[in-house]
């Protein structure tokens, strides 16, 4: 179907099902076991419930707005999803190009079908900012020979590991349909080969993935990078509380799209946990709280990724204090239409977004609260206080 007849997100997804090959639909759509948390994701946005403001003068608004200090459009950043090229042959370097071209900030897999530096030194993309994905390799030289690779490029600004890949994901859809052998993306180190399980593209090129990173390693990172560093992955407010006291940037709450652990939960209820037990982490170092602008505390960035379809769950997000909304299956659907895709479904999201704030009597980036939610409907799933006595770590 022609572009301009596509509506909204889910319309990408509809044409991706039917315009994909069977391989590319079954990597890009599945999740692990029983997609609980895959659907869960999209699911509790529906939960949430606006409390709007009216007669509130709405006509001139402003969506603008930076992350991690990159000026951007709206809070929007291209989540890292490995082999876009699967569904068209610009892959990764057509989400670039729309990126630069609607403001938003993509962050590059470690797994993606172009390298960084082919990404990235595109001429139409010309030092716009971008951030980098990046998988902690067992043969931790390899990981650290990819942030040297990464350090040339200027114009990338920060580094985003991703903690939730411990062990591989049952997506069985992906199993049930044989890999292409002959794929080798560039910035990883394992190659498909179908076996007796099956042939899922993650579980099969994801071996190269370290399991024993842990906190420690926090320092080895940063021996190896002078950029910000954030933690993708994070799936409990207990982790976000270590990655501040760690020093770090800030974190993704994020469960992969709920490809990898079942039943792990959405970023958006991680998000509300961390109003209840540790407001302190949104209210002293939200990036523009009272705080960080005195120079009182130390600014920490929450994005959230997992189901976000429309723009008013960006609007959610940000008014729970999330710096920015991550997206990753929407953008690989709507590659399909190469560059025009991706801006498009950005257009999409951003007008959507725009509409949320003025009819919640929003004007700014700086005016969402949590006042503008009514969280009633899934308050009974936030867990308020943790102590277990008995456990050991
Ligand atoms: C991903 N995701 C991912 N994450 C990551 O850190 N490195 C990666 O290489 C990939 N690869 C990848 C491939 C595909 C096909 C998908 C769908 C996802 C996870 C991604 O960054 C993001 O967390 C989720 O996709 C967000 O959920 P939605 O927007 O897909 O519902």
Redesign the pocket.
Known sequence: PPLESLLNAHDFEVVAEHTATAKTWA??SSAANDLITKDL?AALFRRLLFRPRVMRRVDKITTETNILGIPVSFPLMV????MARLIHPDGELAIGRAAKAKSVVQCI???ASYSAAEIVSQPQVSEYPFFF?LYVDRQRHKSEALLRHIHQHKNIRGIFV?TDAAAAGKREADERVKADESIQNPMMTTKAKNDRRGGGYGRLMGNFIDPNLDWDDIAWLRSHTKLPLVL?GIMSADDVRLALDHGLEGVVL?N??G?NLDTSPPGLLVLLEIHARFPEIITQHHPRSEAVRSGQARPFSIFV????RRGTDILKLVCLGAVAA?????A?FATGYGQDGVEQLIDILKDEFEVAMRNNGITSIDECSPEYLNTGAIDKWVVKQRDHPYAVH
């Open positions: 990597f890009y994701n989540s890292p999803a490995a897999s470690n797994n994905q991703t993708k994020s992969h799209g490809r990724d997992g189901g976000i991550g997206i990753g299956r929407p690989l």
